[in-house]
């Protein structure tokens, strides 16, 4: 019954901005971290940003400075807005949420473009 839902992905500039949001619902009664991965045609699964219970963020070096990683626990939501983007941020962007017992949930993941 758990279920993330990813929305926000779509064509953008060079340059341009872009904010990702997760929603996510169902039995989840304690969170260990929330954050998002990423995943490029021919190339391995790459943990983009990463936030823990506790607050801690986690950036993956290539978007430090660009992005920023925030949670709303009332709106159990969990967003990532991106800055000044670049060609090689093109991804299928996916939302996970793991709990302290080490499961991990995953959203069905939301296509970024970034073209000129």
Request: with cysteine; proline share 3%; net charge positive.
């Amino acid at each position: 019954q758990v279920q993330l839902v990813e929305s926000g992905g779509g064509l953008v500039q060079p340059g341009g901005p872009l904010r990702l949001s997760c929603t996510y619902s169902g039995s989840i009664f304690s969170i260990s971290s929330m954050g998002w991965y990423r995943q490029a045609p021919e190339k391995e699964r790459e943990l983009v940003a990463r936030i823990s219970s506790s607050g801690f963020t986690n950036y993956a070096e290539s978007v430090k400075g660009r992005c920023t990683i925030s949670r709303d626990r009332t709106k159990k939501t969990v967003t990532l807005q991106m800055n000044n983007l670049k060609l090689e941020d093109t991804a299928v962007y996916y939302c996970y949420l793991r709990v302290p017992e080490g499961r991990e949930y995953w959203g069905q993941g939301t296509q970024v473009t970034v073209s000129s």
